[in-house]
């Protein structure tokens, strides 16, 4: 079984509607959180990254962490075209100096895509 | 700045053939890291070097080595390419273990 298990979509909605995303986890050593964005043919994008618990608001996206039920979540409020692209989330717990130090586990990804 | 970098974007090779792909990064980074990507499988790291002198395996290393030529470059050898080595190779560089930047990638065919 996976790390981290995230559902690969297609997630399809209108532009303008909340786009809602999400992740569990088995590991609860993570305390790092992360959300990168992939547009087609490119590299990952870091879009925001959570420490341990809680909220996280930048713009459009919020990042929800809740870790007594493993779950993260990514909320993109008044989607838009642009905003259609694969969604990875990403965490992990190393500290410096340590063997887990930068050793990311990644979800497969969700592909999102906001019409017109 | 350039960010990270990547080359090739794009080779094929025979089954058996080798290759090194090449990346580089100017942001001034220590830690430097390189992941394959498959359809459903997400990112996963094959090898990475904390710091320059150093590299040690993630998680898929078989069949792959690495060399940290230097702080800024980064290197991926396949020795003897196999069909199971198809993929999108990225490598990633950071400070911190939770912001890691990525290059543009690198499509591997292996017929």
């Known amino acids: 079984q996976k790390e981290v298990e995230q559902d690969p979509g297609p997630l399809s909605v209108p532009e303008g509607a909340i786009v809602s995303l999400n992740c569990t986890y088995s590991n609860s050593a993570f305390q790092y959180f992360m959300w990168y964005r992939q547009y087609s043919r490119k590299g990952p994008e870091l879009l925001m990254y959570?420490?341990?618990?809680g909220n996280k608001e930048d713009g459009r996206f919020t990042a929800q962490v809740d870790k007594s039920s493993k779950y993260i979540s990514l909320f993109i409020r008044d989607s838009q075209p642009s905003d259609s692209a694969t969604y990875l989330c990403?965490?992990?717990?190393?500290?410096?100096?340590?063997?887990?130090?930068?050793?990311?586990?990644f979800g497969a990804g969700t592909q999102v895509v906001v019409t017109p | 700045n350039a960010g990270v970098t990547q080359t090739p974007k794009f080779q094929v090779l025979k089954t058996g053939q080798s290759m090194t792909l090449q990346c580089a990064q100017d942001?001034?980074?220590?830690?430097m890291y390189w992941y394959r990507q498959d359809p459903g499988m997400g990112l996963r790291l094959i090898y990475y070097?904390?710091?320059?002198?150093?590299?040690d395996k993630g998680e898929v290393p078989n069949g792959y080595n690495v060399s940290r030529l230097n702080k800024r470059e980064f290197s991926l050898r396949l020795e003897s390419a196999a069909p199971s080595q198809t993929s999108v190779y990225f490598c990633?560089?950071?400070?911190?273990?939770?912001?890691?930047?990525f290059g543009p990638g690198t499509r591997l065919l292996v017929l």
């Open positions: 959570t420490y341990s618990s």
């Open positions: 942001m001034n980074h220590n830690s």
């Open positions: 070097s904390a710091s320059e002198g150093t590299t």
């Open positions: 990633a560089s950071g400070d911190r273990g939770e912001t890691q930047y």
């Open positions: 990403a965490m992990y717990g190393g500290l410096p100096r340590t063997d887990s130090w930068g050793k990311l586990q």
